[in-house]
């Protein structure tokens, strides 16, 4: 048995702000799935002005209620912007990026950029979404995780997309 099968490099899902990439790349950024064996973590490199939001297997980006937000709490953005809030079936809710370090030199520099690390330890299809409100009703910004079993052999990896 070849041992390095578990020992493979975490997934990642790279969340960019729009300014920074090209359309065509956003498509691939925001409308990513990654798939990983159950009892892994995936990495979500976030560059800038976003929140990662995990739901629980099965939940569809039409099941997130919307209009359930709250609002950034740190000084940027003055004013504040909405952040999506339905608790329903949340399994992870990433920092609130209003919060991050800023640097108000000039130009300001905003050191949001950071990683954030999920473990999923049960197979499933997990909804990932960005809790910015725009970026999820306007920029369709979500990906998908799914995990499957921990099982030895590859052929999980073949199954079919729906
Ligand atoms: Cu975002």
Do not use: W
Request: net charge negative.
């Amino acid at each position: 048995m070849d041992k390095r099968r578990n020992s493979s490099p975490p997934q990642l899902i790279r969340i960019r702000s729009p300014e920074t990439t090209n359309k065509r790349r956003r498509a691939s950024t925001f409308l990513n799935t990654v798939k990983i064996k159950a009892g892994g973590a995936v990495n979500f490199i976030i560059g800038g002005f976003h929140q990662p939001i995990v739901y629980e297997d099965k939940t569809k980006p039409g099941d997130i209620n919307v209009d359930d937000t709250t609002t950034t709490t740190g000084p940027t953005p003055s004013p504040p912007v909405p952040l999506i809030d339905d608790p329903a079936n949340r399994i992870y809710r990433g920092l609130d990026p209003s919060l991050q370090p800023l640097d108000r030199g000039s130009p300001s520099a905003f050191l949001q950029d950071r990683v954030e690390v999920v473990f999923f330890p049960k197979p499933g299809k997990y909804l990932v979404i960005c809790g910015i409100s725009g970026h999820f009703v306007n920029d369709g910004m979500y990906g998908i995780v799914r995990v499957l079993p921990p099982k030895d052999d590859e052929a999980e990896d073949e199954e079919e997309e729906d």
